[in-house]
C-alpha cells in the first residue's frame, strides 16, 4: 500500500502562484510514475502532470506552460508549481501514483482562483 499526503491548496487570485505537495509513504519502492490530476465543480477528473522516476513529465495541453511537476526521489515528494492560475484552474487536486500497475490516489486538496 502506497500513502499520499497533498498539502498547498488554498485560495488565489487570478494570476497568482500556488505550489502543491505530495509525500507517499509506505510500500513505496519501485514507484515508477507520479502525477497530479483535478476535478473540477461538475466535471471529470482529469490528468494535469505526471513525472516518471526518471523525470520524464508529460502535461494537458491547458495547463502548459504554467505549471511544473518535479520529484524529489530521496523525499519521495512530487510537487505542482502552478503560475497564471486562472479561474478555471479551480479544482480539487489529487495526488496519484503508479506503482506496479496499481494506481494509488490521495484525499486531495482544494485550489480555488478567484478574485
Known amino acids: 500500500q502506497v500513502q499520499l499526503v497533498e498539502s498547498g491548496g488554498g485560495l488565489v487570485q487570478p494570476g497568482g502562484s500556488l505550489r502543491l505537495s505530495c509525500a507517499a509513504s509506505g510500500s513505496i519502492f519501485g514507484i515508477a510514475a507520479m502525477g497530479w490530476y483535478r476535478q473540477g465543480p461538475g466535471k471529470q477528473r482529469e490528468l494535469v502532470a505526471t513525472?516518471?522516476?526518471?523525470?520524464?513529465?508529460n502535461y494537458a495541453d491547458s495547463v502548459k506552460g504554467r505549471f511544473t511537476i518535479s520529484r524529489d526521489n530521496d523525499k519521495n515528494t512530487v510537487y505542482l508549481q502552478m503560475n497564471t492560475l486562472k479561474p478555471e484552474d479551480t479544482a480539487v487536486y489529487y495526488c496519484n501514483a503508479l506503482l506496479r500497475g496499481t494506481s494509488f490516489w490521495g484525499h486531495g486538496t482544494q485550489v480555488t482562483v478567484s478574485s
Open positions: 513525472v516518471t522516476r526518471g523525470g520524464s513529465t
